[in-house]
């Protein structure tokens, strides 16, 4: 979480402006705080502002700050409360610094510091690194050599970028375990992704590795490993797909988002194949995954299993590897994400690596993500940037390969599942019902979703969505399950929004229906026509297309999608950028 920008323009430049431009691209890594900082005639100058960028962009309108060399940060807050005074930049001396990760020996640093007689004038841990910085500076260090000492010390994650008063061509950068990238245009740019840099005019791009560290000077970019030698790392030209396209005709990223479902499932079919082969000689599959990546990967658990016939076992990834798992032999690993960044499942795969000889593959929707360059190898979900905070063609791209790859000694399915594309144009089409629908559940203080077999996992889903964007409290449960207690939670205004296609299961679940009818008024159920004939008639039903059994859980999360989506509009929340969320996790 976090995002941070680093600009060193030519002389005499203002990059104020590029600044912000790149923290545009980064608010979605948190929206606490956001501020930057410029070196100008031998000063530092910094702006903070607490909330979103906009308050920050209101500031700077302001004022007259300008520099020709620069650093930016958008906060999700973890060591102080979302307050200016903890925004970052943050100062000592002749040094401004701005950081996303967690310092986790920060305590102890602080102590020592502060026997020092350096003064903490904020609750981060990110001001030791200022402090540490600084006093370096004081005893005549060089950036670079200060900046070295730093890594040395400090335990945790970083990605980091500081500027110096006494230095004002120089910046320094470095990364451990949090994602920067060293960007090359007219300026050199430093960047927690793409994205931010490429809007900053970035042609090209370096990644840093864990505890590696850049020094620029003007246009001059020397890189070092973390035992401190210079390094050449490669250049890449950046794709001009990086580069979001903004909202369109849409109020919100994420209604744009689900809308371009149809056409992000097409693409991710176009160009992945899966080989059935790949599952050759493998006795277990093994997902690690979290949010909805792990929901998506619930989903594959049923499929891998009726389709392969291989047992398959789905990991909260940021519990996997504390409980010590012990892994057998001939096990394929996958790691399911959006952003390919999420610690969680990023250290869930060194786990696997250390304790096993299991390839480790990626189902990941960022090129070049860290995720993506450690896997043996990658099928990328061509959603294209997901910018709203709550994944939605991401989860359904992911639903698409893991099918894929499930129906890959399959071909009648793997066919059939290029119809996916219209069928999903069908569904989307039916949203002014949703919308309607979305007026009879955005008074309830709770609601329940109901699903079983391969719809359980989209049951947690729809529930998933409507917490995070339109903060009602809502439970995902195993239709099933509910007469073992939930049960309890039902009456006449809890919302309880049943997912029943016709196939295998329609009875049971229908059953399920008619015990939560009996004590509740409002039942609403999404099924197909089969279910229109044969559910009671009196019940609220939204009639989706007859499809093929197994695409149901990928073609039943839209309408979720969509009601989570209005109730939100109709309760006034922030859809794009839901309270307290962020849409990288790169924090454990
Ligand atoms: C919810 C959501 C999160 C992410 C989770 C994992 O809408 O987006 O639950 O799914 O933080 O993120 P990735 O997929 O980037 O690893």
Redesign the pocket.
């Known amino acids: 979480m976090c995002g941070i920008v680093g600009i060193v323009g030519r002389p005499g430049e203002n990059v104020v402006g590029k600044i912000i431009s790149g923290l545009e691209k980064l608010e979605y890594r948190g929206y606490d705080s956001a501020g930057l900082a410029v070196v100008h005639d031998g000063y530092i100058d910094v702006l903070r502002a607490v909330g979103k960028l906009q308050n920050l962009k209101t500031k700077q309108e302001g004022s007259k700050i300008y520099g020709n060399i620069g650093i930016g940060h958008t906060r999700w807050a973890t060591h102080g409360k979302p307050t200016e005074n903890n925004a970052h930049p943050i100062r000592s001396g002749s040094v401004a610094v701005v950081h996303n990760g967690i310092v986790e020996n920060y305590k102890g640093l602080r102590f020592d510091l502060q026997k020092d007689g350096y003064v903490f004038e904020t609750d981060t841990d990110t001001e030791v690194i200022a402090h540490l910085l600084q006093r370096k500076i004081a005893q005549g260090c060089s950036p670079r050599d200060a900046l070295r000492s730093v890594q040395e010390i400090i335990e945790g994650s970083y990605a980091l970028a500081a500027i110096f008063m006494t230095f004002p061509d120089t910046m320094v950068a470095a990364r451990y375990r949090s994602p920067l990238v060293i960007g090359f245009g007219e300026d050199i740019c430093v960047g927690s992704d793409i994205g931010a840099i490429a809007s900053i005019a970035c042609s090209e791009v370096a990644y840093l590795e864990d505890g590696e560290c850049a020094e620029i000077i003007g246009n001059e970019v020397s890189f070092f490993d973390a035992s401190f030698q210079p390094i050449s790392p490669k250049r890449q030209k950046i794709s001009p797909g990086f580069v979001s396209t903004g909202k369109g005709e849409y109020a919100h990223h994420m209604l744009k988002e689900i809308m371009e479902q149809p056409s992000a499932i097409r693409r991710t079919i176009l160009s992945n194949k899966p080989d059935g082969r790949m599952f050759d000689g493998v006795s277990r599959i093994l997902i690690v995954?979290?949010?909805?990546?792990?929901y998506a990967s619930m989903v594959a658990k049923y499929w891998f299993e009726k389709f392969l016939k291989i047992p398959t076992d789905v990991e909260i990834a940021s519990e996997y590897r504390y409980r010590s798992p012990f892994i057998e032999e001939n096990v394929l690993a996958i790691a399911?994400?959006?952003?390919?960044?999420?610690i969680d499942?990023l250290e869930a795969m060194e786990y696997i690596r250390k304790n096993s000889n299991s390839r480790v593959a990626a189902i990941a929707?960022v090129r070049n993500s860290a995720i993506s360059r450690i896997a043996d190898f990658v099928f990328y979900t061509e959603a294209g940037p997901e910018v709203g905070?709550?994944?939605t063609k991401?989860?359904t791209a992911q639903l698409t390969i893991l099918a894929s790859m499930a129906f890959s000694r399959h071909e009648f399915l793997i066919n059939k599942l290029r119809n996916l594309p219209s069928i999903c144009e069908e569904i989307l089409d039916l949203q002014y019902l949703v919308k309607d629908l979305a007026e009879k559940i955005c008074f309830a203080d709770s609601a329940i979703y109901l699903g079983r077999g391969s719809l359980y996992p989209i049951a947690l889903e729809g529930a998933?969505?409507l917490k995070?964007i339109s903060y009602i409290h809502a439970e995902g449960f195993a239709a099933g399950e509910m007469k073992h207690g939930p049960i309890a939670l039902i009456d006449d205004d809890m919302p309880v929004i049943c997912l029943c296609p016709s196939g295998e299961l329609f009875d049971k679940t229908a059953s399920n229906i008619q015990v939560a009818l009996a004590r509740g008024k409002n039942v609403v159920i999404f099924t197909d026509p089969y279910g229109r004939k044969h559910l009671p008639q009196e019940v609220t039903k939204i009639i989706l297309p007859e499809i093929i059994e197994e695409f149901a859980p990928i073609l039943y999360v839209i309408p979720l999608q969509l009601l989570a989506y209005y109730v939100a509009l109709l309760r006034g929340t922030d859809v794009d950028k839901p309270r307290n969320l962020a849409?990288?996790?790169t924090v454990e």
């Open positions: 995954a979290c949010g909805t990546s792990y399911v994400t959006q952003s390919g960044e999420t499942t929707n905070v709550a994944s991401a989860f998933l969505k995070e849409k990288s996790v």
